[in-house]
T-cell receptor, first 116, second 109 residues
Framework: GAVVSQHPSRVICKSGTSVKIECRSL??????MFWYRQFPKQSLMLMATSNEGSKATYEQGVEKDKFLINHASLTLSTLTVTSAHPEDSSFYICSAPGQGGFNEQFFGPGTRLTVL | AQRVTQPEKLLSVFKGAPVELKCNYSYSGSPELFWYVQYSRQRLQLLLR??SRESIKGFTADLNKGETSFHLKKPFAQEEDSAMYYC???????????FGKGTRLSVIA
């Protein structure tokens, strides 16, 4: 099946710094990618839809200036958490629909962000 | 609004016992329903989709539109089934998934 990678897998940063998380589709192209956030022992919550060649679509309540999304190519989307604060600490997961009629979504392994 | 409800946070069963993970949804149209599984230290992966009506690893799930349910079942649980299970729906193709809160299945030897 198709593979989605994320980098880094884990990051610890100081409050006020910015952190960039990469999501790559390794063996297929993805014009759309999705970014989710998962708090401990809670479900995945959709943050935004990343669109190659156009602006991302953010879910209600998600600050677009804080969570910058750039879909740089057909295989890469980045999420930058700007001026991170401890409440931004979470597990961030990206996914991409594969090609073919079913469009199965393939998930990255996730990135654990800890803001001190 | 789209919503997926998994009423049980944790389900513990003995090896060989039947398993049923409940999932109910609310959606105004005809969504696609899925079950995803996340084993310890692994990424989320697709287990079942209602369109296929298939059995994977002994698991089945039937979409009941009248009850708006998509319960996951397995007649005989195995220890390797211990994992986090998420029910999810989407509108179509390239739209994002809406997840339930998940149920942790623990199969006891």
């Amino acid at each position: 099946g198709a593979v989605v990678s994320q980098h880094p897998s884990r990051v610890i940063c100081k409050s006020g710094t910015s952190v960039k998380i990469e999501c790559r589709s390794l063996d297929f192209q993805a014009t759309t990618m999705f970014w989710y956030r998962q708090f401990p022992k809670q479900s995945l919550m959709l943050m935004a839809t990343s669109n190659e060649g156009s602006k991302a679509t953010y879910e209600q309540g998600v600050e677009k200036d804080k969570f910058l999304i750039n879909h740089a190519s057909l295989t890469l989307s980045t999420l930058t958490v700007t001026s991170a604060h401890p409440e931004d600490s979470s597990f961030y997961i990206c996914s991409a629909p594969g090609q073919g009629g079913f469009n199965e979504q393939f998930f990255g392994p996730g990135t654990r962000l800890t803001v001190l | 609004a789209q919503r997926v409800t998994q009423p049980e946070k944790l389900l513990s069963v003995f090896k060989g016992a039947p398993v049923e993970l409940k999932c109910n949804y609310s959606y105004s149209g005809s969504p696609e329903l899925f079950w995803y599984v996340q084993y310890s230290r692994q990424r989320l992966q697709l287990l079942l989709r209602h369109i296929s009506r298939e059995s994977i690893k002994g698991f089945t799930a039937d979409l009941n539109k009248g009850e708006t349910s998509f319960h996951l079942k397995k007649p005989f649980a195995q220890e390797e089934d211990s994992a986090m299970y998420y029910c999810a729906l989407r509108n179509s193709g390239n739209t994002p998934l809406v997840f339930g809160k998940g149920t942790r299945l623990s199969v006891i030897a």
